[in-house]
Nanobody
């Protein structure tokens, strides 16, 4: 069992930056694929970024490529999402998720554990 807690969300102006953190408790974090997703009320949960256990395989949604960076510190059981050049359309609740599979997936249905989410609001 893995518990995930996100932090770092908030209100930022367009063009600004935020860094989200996701702290994991429980065993096995260093072997999990970790992902970030986001959701706007009334819409489906959307893939943002994912990293395999070592961080040498990372994938991004086209909408965030070049602006967002996923990273992880397995010694601290933490995964990060650095978000730069934020746009109003990035406004959403951001969730981190853990997947015990070695393979890296972009679909939320593949992930086993989820955090409670953190709100990111980008003003124009």
């Amino acid at each position: 069992q893995v518990q995930l807690v996100e932090s770092g969300g908030g209100l930022v102006q367009a063009g600004g930056s935020l860094r989200l953190s996701c702290a994991a408790s429980g065993r096995g974090f260093s072997s999990y694929t970790m992902g970030w997703f986001r959701q706007v009320l009334g819409k489906e949960r959307e893939f943002v970024a994912t990293s395999n256990w070592s961080g040498n395989r990372r994938y991004y949604a086209d909408s965030v490529k070049g602006r967002f960076t996923i990273s992880r510190d397995n010694a601290k059981n933490t995964v990060y999402l650095q978000m730069n050049s934020l746009k109003p359309e990035d406004t959403a609740v951001y969730f981190c998720a853990a997947d015990h599979n070695i393979a890296v997936f972009t679909s939320p249905v593949e992930y086993d554990y989820w955090g409670q989410g953190t709100q990111v609001t980008v003003s124009s």
